[in-house]
């Protein structure tokens, strides 16, 4: 099993769509980092979280620290978001401390 | 700039060579990582290192060797490769002193083993 599952693993959308991409964790965290992979590209970091919700420009990302799940969510969506979106959790104890768990990723195509 | 440099960004081998990837960093993060990326399976750890002279396996560890003689620097070696180690590697690094600042990747390394 996953200690990190993102869903979906798959989203199209149409430009200008609000975009949500969900993430659920089931290892204790320290914080919760929202990835984005351009394709044949180098990993970009979006947000780090540990509470709350964060907004960079049209992305906003929130966190549910009983619940163990997060959020992305675009909005006004544009064919430059087209990207994977990976969510991975840093552990917060023991001999994993520091360690990312990293979901599979959620492929999006965003058309004109 | 400041950041995680990988060298070289692609590499073909042929099954039963040796050779290294780098990795380096200018930021002074205590924490550097390799991880492998393959269709399907997310971003898996391959070694860690929590400091210079300290290193750990991850999740995938079987094939590859690592060391930390310096904050700087963290090579990733493969000792005789395998068609099944065709994957994109990252390092990535990280400072728990200042976790306000996240991990930063590299831009990885493309490797294929023929």
């Known amino acids: 099993k996953n200690e990190v599952e993102q869903s979906p693993q798959n989203l199209t959308a149409q430009e200008g769509e609000f975009i949500t991409i969900n993430c659920s964790y089931s290892?204790?965290?320290?914080?919760l980092h929202w990835l984005q992979q351009h394709p044949g590209g180098g990993i970009v970091s979006l947000f780090m979280?540990?509470?709350g919700k964060k907004k960079h420009g049209r992305l906003i990302a929130t966190i549910n620290i009983q619940e163990k799940h997060s959020s992305l969510h675009i909005t006004a969506s544009h064919p430059r978001d087209s990207a994977v979106y990976i969510c991975?959790?840093?552990?917060?104890?023991?001999?994993?401390?520091?360690?990312?768990?990293f979901g599979r990723g959620t492929q999006l195509t965003v058309w004109p | 700039n400041a950041g995680v440099t990988q060298t070289p960004k692609f590499q073909v081998l042929k099954t039963g060579q040796s050779m290294t990837l780098q990795c380096a960093q200018d930021?002074?993060?205590?924490?550097m990582s390799w991880y492998r990326q393959d269709p399907g399976m997310g971003l898996r750890l391959i070694h860690y290192s929590v400091g210079a002279g300290i290193t750990d396996q991850g999740e995938v560890p079987n094939g590859y060797n690592v060391s930390r003689s310096t904050t700087e620097d963290f090579p990733l070696r493969l000792l005789s490769a395998a068609p099944s180690q065709t994957s994109v590697y990252f390092c990535a690094s990280y400072s728990p002193g200042r976790p306000e600042y996240g991990y930063t990747f590299g831009s990885g390394t493309r490797l294929t083993v023929v």
């Open positions: 290892v204790g965290i320290s914080a």
């Open positions: 930021m002074n993060h205590e924490y």
């Open positions: 979280l540990s509470s």
């Open positions: 991975a959790v840093r552990a917060d104890r023991g001999s994993t401390l520091g360690r990312l768990y």
